[in-house]
């Protein structure tokens, strides 16, 4: 094919078509009613999104009639005329022909894409607009548009009549069309719906108009133009044939014609199973889904059911998410890779389900009261998302999914927080929960050996004696259920020359026990579960059983295995009850938040630590504002610690307490200092003040006509700092997607360089704060309102949130263990009852307190993470802090259960976590602004036909007069 032939037939089309008023006309109507359906049609101020999706939506349908349109003419006028046997004689090949006209048509529906831009450019000037999707919309309109274009170019070489290629171009696209859409596909389940929604040029095109590119789609509608372009030529070329020409040559055309279009076809059959060419153009790529929810997906061994409930009438500000949650979900089936099923329903159209929803699930609508200018009232909407797994499912609500933020009096924002996260979070619970009530072996992947380093039977006290048969029997029968992933031995440490009590001693500080306070002999009596460099040790469950050691031993295998929900313990004060707080005693801080956002990830055991063991099943200890902590209280930490287990302590000098008089600061006693300063770690007794930090608020009283109304005034407040960017450590998983961080009336900490322990810091004030051990903290303003805090002393960057890692050693070693302590005066109390003659109280825990040795150093897996503040996790301060937008503030707690994934490792949500929010609205417009916008892109779009034809009689006259000159120089030559 030679190009320049090309380029000649693709002017002459171009000249025809613009020196018809014909040509603008069908320009002008295009334009007319892309405006319309994008600024009324679809809503644009009411949807109350920044993009120009409706346009892209609506293109599959108004490119039909567009491209008809511009092919109707191109060879059915070439047939009425009777030139089109004048053309098959000239010196130009049928296929240089039919390419000629086919790039003039794809030009001119590029003028046409191309009139349309004033409408992405005017989102963009008014809102947030993500180009991402434009352009590919652009890309995939032009290559939809193409096939079109190619059907009607076939189409128009089979008739003479432009009316009739007008129609049955329209009828061929729009078959393609319907053939994908609902209203067909619909009708069919399974495979005939997926092949019909394949095959239709819409369905194709709705992952695009998100701003994902596909090359399965893509080469769809290349194939598709190909394929027409292809039987055009051969179509046109076999008119050129004699009735008794060289039949050879004509069966050798129709066989190559044939065997290409087949190729073109089937291609798309190959690559439906190509998953990986996909490119998301979204900024932040919001629909691409990350590998931590692919890591979770291809975990699944079972169905995995995906149901969205949205109502088509909802309340106007959830209306706008609705769309991109679907959107999402969708791209979970794809992900899923058959293996996820996603369902988006409306209840309120189906009372089955709906009943199933509601019975069920406890899935139920929401009223909302909704008004606009025509009439006021109330809808129950739903917007939910329920994840099904094998027995378990999770069901997410609207007020899980979206956030609010009050943006004044009468104003709020609604946003969706994170809706990857929360679907995958969801998913995790699903399927670990599934996995969790099958056997522990399922999911533990490398072996694992139970060792005991238990004393021969003569040297153990009669109650430990006692418990060896069942303890032997668990042992047997877990062992035949966990085959080659378990095995069990016992050794004695007293045994031969001792090396293996210096050995346990050494590694993981394992020292004689002994029986009481009041008993010389020591013994023996660890029990140990140890795989790769993990070692657990096992406490000796409260229901000695057979059952009761196969539970105790599989919450430590548990610890090995993968696909499980991990168990925080969480110690914090016990709320005191209103009437107590009526009667005088003070309140105290209460964590709800901090607990609710951990339940959503973890398993959460509460507990006070009082009977100086942490609860066996714990992978992770919480402490928060620990108030006098007795010596079993801070053993139990201690021994959890040493345990290789991982400590979170949220303790500082201070604590705020409101009253009467104003806001004070107590000094608060944790009965930890000890325990810390043994490790080289001192919570500081002065309070870090910084003049980066956040607002109080104060609730002010105006007066308005007669009427009060209250107010929240945010005041300059150095006890809240505000910690961001170089205070924030840039390499730690535990700050990742957390902009910023508030401290509240918190202590600076500091780890002693000769500690032994490898110390770093996660979060610390800037360089302008200074130290404050005044008890007043009470806001303070002068007469213009600014504050009378004045920096005092020396100021410099204080770190208030630290990492110390490494081998700690026991603060009770070489001490006599707390839970002997206990036992003994119990045993004591006992003796002076029987004395008296009362029945001595004897106990299960008395007679088991042998357990109680002291592990003397830690493994190397052990973290101790302290927060130097008592407050900044607590209700009170969550609410106090986010008060300036009308929400509860989350990035502390947020910080903290990254900070489990991160000890657990597992830390596959915490990138989900911090690839954000990805709302785009718009500003608000009244009535009259929204009018001007619309008539300007109106007047544009009528200025870009007349530029469009400006530009054409210009080129026009230029190139008219070249050639007359040219000819003029030729006469004269």
Not at 226 to 234: E, G, K
Not at 436 to 461: Q, T
Not at 635 to 647: E, P, S, Y
Not at 792 to 821: C, H, M, N
């Amino acid at each position: 094919m030679r190009l320049d032939v090309i380029r000649k037939i693709e002017r002459k089309e171009l000249n025809l078509f613009f020196s018809s008023p014909i040509g603008y006309l069908f320009l002008a109507a295009y334009l007319a009613a892309t405006l319309f359906i994008f600024f009324w049609g679809e809503a644009f101020f009411a949807r109350n999104i920044a993009d120009v999706r409706p346009m892209f939506e609506w293109l599959p349908v108004l490119l039909i009639f567009l491209s008809s349109a511009l092919t109707m003419r191109m060879w059915s006028e070439e047939r009425r005329s009777g030139t089109l046997e004048f053309v098959s004689t000239m010196p130009v090949s049928t296929a240089e022909f039919v390419w000629g006209k086919f790039f003039a048509c794809v030009i001119l529906l590029g003028i046409a894409l191309i009139l349309t831009l004033p409408l992405p450019i005017t989102v963009w000037v008014i809102a947030n607009l993500d180009w991402g999707p434009v352009i590919a919309g652009y890309l995939a309109a032009l290559l939809l548009g193409a096939a079109y274009i190619a059907v009607g170019l076939f189409v128009s070489a089979r008739t003479d009549s432009q009316i009739v290629s007008l129609i049955v171009s329209c009828a061929v696209c729009g078959g393609f069309y319907l053939l994908g859409s609902d209203t067909i596909a619909g009708l069919f389940g399974g495979p005939v719906q997926e092949f019909l929604m394949s095959i239709g040029s819409g369905s194709r095109f709705d992952a695009i108009t998100r701003g994902v590119l596909d090359i399965r789609d893509l080469y769809f509608y290349v194939s598709v133009m190909l394929s027409f372009l292809v039987l055009n030529i051969y179509s046109l070329e076999h008119e050129r044939w004699a009735a008794d020409g060289h039949s050879q040559r004509h069966h050798a055309w129709r066989l190559g014609s044939g065997l290409l279009v087949a190729n073109l076809l089937l291609a798309n059959v190959w690559l439906s199973n190509v998953n990986s060419l996909r490119l998301d153009m979204t900024q932040g790529n919001i629909y691409s889904i990350s590998d931590a929810t692919r890591g979770y997906l291809g975990q699944l061994r079972e169905p995995l059911l995906i149901r969205g409930y949205f109502t088509d009438k909802t309340h106007p500000l959830l209306a706008p998410l609705v769309p991109r949650i679907k959107d999402l979900l969708r791209e979970y089936e794809v992900a899923g890779e058959g293996r996820v099923r996603v369902e988006i329903v409306d209840p309120a159209d189906d009372p089955e389900i709906e009943n199933e929803a509601n019975t069920k699930y406890g899935i139920r609508a929401v009223p909302f009261q909704i008004a606009d200018r025509h009439q006021a009232a109330l809808v129950n909407s739903y917007f939910d998302v329920l994840v099904v797994y094998g027995d378990e499912y999770e069901v997410l609500g609207f007020r899980d999914l979206i956030e609010v933020k009050v943006e004044g009096e009468t104003e709020i924002d609604v946003q969706l927080k994170n809706p990857e996260f929360d679907v995958t979070r969801s998913i995790k619970k699903a399927l670990y929960g599934f996995q969790g009530g099958s056997s522990v072996f399922a999911n533990i992947n490398d072996p694992v050996e139970f060792v005991g380093y238990v004393s021969a039977p003569e040297e153990l006290p009669e109650p430990l004696t006692a418990l060896g048969p069942d303890l032997l029997t668990a042992l047997e029968q877990l062992a035949e259920e966990g085959g080659a992933t378990f095995s069990f031995r016992f050794e004695d440490p007293s045994a031969g020359d001792g090396a293996v009590a210096e050995d346990i001693a050494a590694r993981y500080g394992f020292q004689p026990m002994a029986a009481s306070l009041f008993d010389d002999s020591r013994f023996y009596y660890y029990l140990t579960l140890q795989g790769g460099e993990t070692v657990v040790q096992l406490p000796l469950p409260e229901d000695t059983s057979i059952e009761g050691f196969k539970r105790g031993i599989e919450e430590g295998l548990k610890r090995f295995a993968s696909g499980l929900l991990k168990t925080v313990v969480l110690a914090a004060p016990e709320p005191v009850p209103p009437y107590m707080q009526q009667q005088g005693m003070p309140p105290v801080n209460e964590f709800s938040q901090l607990q609710s956002f951990l339940t959503a990830d973890f398993s959460v055991t509460t507990d006070d630590l009082t009977s100086g063991v942490v609860p066996s099943e714990a992978d992770l200890l919480v402490v928060v504002d620990p108030t006098g902590y007795t010596d079993k209280q801070v053993f139990a930490i201690d021994q959890f610690l040493m345990k290789g287990g991982t400590v979170v302590l949220s303790s500082g000098s201070f604590a705020a307490q409101p009253s009467q008089g104003g806001l004070f600061a107590t000094r608060r006693d944790s009965g930890l200092e000890g325990w810390l300063d043994h490790h080289g770690v001192t919570i500081g007794e002065s309070m870090v003040m910084d003049p980066q930090n956040s607002a109080f608020p104060v609730p002010v009283t105006r007066q308005v006509g007669g009427f009060s109304f209250q107010d929240l005034v945010m005041l300059d407040y150095p006890y809240f700092i505000d910690v961001r960017d170089d205070g924030l450590s840039d390499d730690s998983p535990i700050l990742a997607g957390i902009p910023q961080i508030t401290m509240s009336w918190a202590s600076p900490v500091e780890v002693d360089e000769g500690s032994g322990l490898t110390a770093s810091t996660l979060i610390e004030s800037t360089a302008d704060s200074w130290l404050s051990d005044d008890t007043n903290v009470m806001p303070r303003i002068d007469d213009q309102g600014m504050s009378e805090f004045e920096p005092i002393g020396e100021q410099a960057r204080r770190a208030l949130g630290i990492v110390a890692e490494g081998q700690f050693g026991s603060y009770f070693a070489g001490k006599e263990s707390p839970l002997l302590t206990a036992a003994g005066e119990a045993d004591t109390q006992g003796s002076e009852a029987t004395d008296e003659g009362a029945a001595p109280e004897t106990s299960e825990a008395v007679e088991l307190g042998v357990i109680s040795g002291i592990i003397d150093r830690s493994a190397e897996s052990a973290r101790l993470v302290i927060f130097g503040s008592n407050d900044f996790l607590a209700d009170q301060s969550l609410r106090m802090i986010g008060s300036a937008d009308g929400t509860i503030y989350g990035n502390s707690v947020q910080m903290i259960t990254n900070l489990v994934d991160w000890a657990l490792e597992d830390q596959s949500l915490i990138g989900i976590r911090a690839r954000g929010n990805f709302n785009r609205t718009l500003p608000g417009f009244d009535v009259g602004q929204q009018t001007v916008i619309e008539y300007v892109n109106y007047a544009v779009a009528l200025l870009g036909i007349f530029a469009v034809m400006f530009v054409f009689r210009t080129v026009t006259r230029s190139r008219e007069a070249f050639q007359a000159s040219w000819l003029s120089e030729g006469e004269r030559a």
